[in-house]
């Protein structure tokens, strides 16, 4: 691909007793670029977010993410990712720019440089009229959009998205993988998890997890050729019914 990798992951194995989470894992993710991270619930996705944002430590195997060791280093990866969840991150009993304000600190930016990023955020979003509002007033598109954005406020190396755009319109989830498709051309890498198939077409790569393996990986047109699939929604449903899978 050309493309630095950032992350990393290589006979990735996560166990809780004798349950065996993630599965001899491996993939790599390139600089820049948007990878889905697709499965069923219980598939292991969450489990393996966590281990590569340095909230969880792997059993074994090797993972760097932004040039650090998951197992060694979780703190510096820390601080060179964003995340974002569907429940969000913002404080609901704070305005939009104290928000901001407040994630800028915890992320170590000085105050002058967080006061200008703040500005031009605001400005970028159109959300000027709305710097000093609630975030429970507004609604749930502008919520994850200003999530999203503070999420990368710090320009990190990669962000993720953990089932970023559940429970909104599909205009509004137009509008919020716009911005994924800015941050990904300013060179941040987007790991984003979703649910809906119509997204992972968007991704310029997909990996499907089934009982803690990582099942297939490619690009949406790989995959739906490698599986004879019309869309990634009918190669996830032959890969989620084992009697369809031919390995």
């Not at 493309?3 to 065996?20: C, E, M, S, Y």
């Not at 077409?201 to 297939?216: L, N, P, Q, T």
Request: aromatic share 10%; proline share 4%.
């Amino acid at each position: 691909m050309g493309k630095q990798a950032v992350i990393t992951v290589r006979q990735l194995v996560k166990k809780f007793g004798a349950f065996t989470a993630n599965d001899h894992l491996s993939f790599d993710v390139y600089e820049g670029e948007i990878f889905g991270f697709l499965g069923a619930n219980g598939a292991g996705k969450t489990t393996a977010i966590r281990i590569l944002s340095g909230l969880s430590q792997p059993t074994s195997g090797s993972v760097r993410v932004a040039g650090f060791d998951a197992a060694r280093e979780p703190e510096k990866i820390k601080k060179n990712i964003g995340y974002m969840c569907q429940k969000f991150s913002l404080y609901e009993d704070l305005t939009v720019r104290e928000n901001i304000m407040l994630y800028g600190g915890i992320y170590g930016m000085p105050k002058k440089v967080i006061r200008e990023r703040c500005g031009e955020l605001l400005d970028r979003l159109q959300f000027s009229a709305y710097g000093d509002r609630l975030i429970a007033g507004l609604p749930l598109g502008f919520r994850q959009k200003l999530a999203f954005s503070v999420a990368v406020l710090h320009q990190p190396r990669i962000v993720f998205l953990d089932e970023p755009t559940g429970g909104v319109d599909p205009v509004a989830r137009r509008q919020f993988w716009e911005l994924i498709y800015e941050t990904a051309a300013a060179g941040i890498t987007v790991f984003v998890t979703t649910h809906y198939m119509d997204e992972a077409e968007y991704c310029d790569r997909i990996s499907i997890m089934s009982e803690g393996k990582i099942v297939a990986i490619g690009t949406p047109e790989e995959l739906k050729s490698t599986w004879q699939a019309a869309s990634v929604e009918e190669v996830f449903v032959k890969i989620a019914r084992p009697q369809h899978v031919t390995i």
